[in-house]
C-alpha cells in the first residue's frame, strides 16, 4: 500500500514537472488556437451549414495537431516536417470516410490553424492577427459578400434531345420549370441512349 502512495505521489511530481517545464507560450499560443477554431467552426461553419456531425472531428483534429507539432518543434522540427505532418493526418482522414468538398475545407483549416498556431514564430499578437485574418477571409467568402457562389447538383435528364448547343435556351428553361432551381448553366456526364436519359450536372447560384 505505501509503495503505491509512493508511485503516485512520483506520478504527481512528474506531470507536475511537465507543466511547470511548459513555457507561458503554450498556454497563450493554445487560447488563441481553441477560441480561434470555436469562432470558425461554431460561428462560421454552424451558421452557415447547421451541421454538428463532424464537430468531434474538426476539434480533435485541431488539439492533435497543435499539441504534436508544439511539442516536436521543441526538438527543432522543421516546416517542411510539419507539413508532412500535416499532410499525414489530412490524408488519413480523407481516406477513411467521404467527406464533403466543403467540410474537407474547414478541416483543412483547423489542422492549418493547429500547425500554425503551434510553429509560429512571431509574436502571440502576431499570431492572433494572422488567425484573425484567416477568419475574416473566410467570412466574406461565406456570406457571398464580395461574389455570389454557385452549386450544383447532379440529375438524370429525360429530355436529351434538349442537349443540342442550339437548344441551350430551351433547356434551361425546362430544368427551371421542372425542378425551380435558378440555373445558368448546364453540364452533360453521360447520354444513355437505351433509356433515353442523361447524366447532368446543373449549375444556380446559391
Not at 125 to 147: A, Y
Not at 158 to 183: S, V
Request: net charge neutral; no cysteine.
Amino acid at each position: 500500500m505505501l509503495n503505491t502512495f509512493n508511485i503516485l505521489l512520483q506520478g504527481t511530481d512528474i506531470s507536475s514537472s511537465i507543466f511547470s517545464d511548459l513555457p507561458n507560450a503554450f498556454f497563450l499560443r493554445f487560447a488563441i488556437d481553441l477560441v480561434t477554431v470555436f469562432v470558425l467552426i461554431r460561428g462560421i461553419y454552424y451558421t452557415s451549414y447547421k451541421k454538428t456531425d463532424l464537430f468531434l472531428t474538426f476539434f480533435s483534429f485541431n488539439l492533435v495537431i497543435f499539441l504534436v507539432t508544439f511539442m516536436l518543434n521543441k526538438v527543432n522540427l522543421s516546416m517542411g516536417a510539419a507539413f508532412g505532418l500535416f499532410a499525414v493526418f489530412s490524408i488519413l482522414r480523407f481516406r477513411t470516410e467521404g467527406i464533403g468538398s466543403k467540410d474537407m475545407t474547414y478541416l483543412f483549416l483547423v489542422i492549418a490553424l493547429g500547425l500554425i498556431s503551434a510553429v509560429s514564430v512571431g509574436t502571440p499578437l502576431e499570431l492572433l492577427l494572422l488567425n484573425s485574418v484567416i477568419l475574416v477571409v473566410v467570412v466574406f467568402i461565406e456570406k457571398k459578400i464580395f461574389f455570389q457562389r454557385e452549386a450544383h447538383k447532379k440529375l438524370i435528364y429525360d429530355r436529351p434531345k434538349l442537349l443540342a448547343p442550339n437548344l441551350k435556351a430551351e433547356l434551361l428553361e425546362d430544368i427551371k420549370t421542372k425542378t425551380g432551381f435558378p440555373i445558368h448553366r448546364v453540364e452533360v456526364l453521360e447520354i444513355d441512349l437505351i433509356k433515353d436519359s442523361a447524366h447532368i450536372l446543373i449549375f444556380y447560384y446559391d
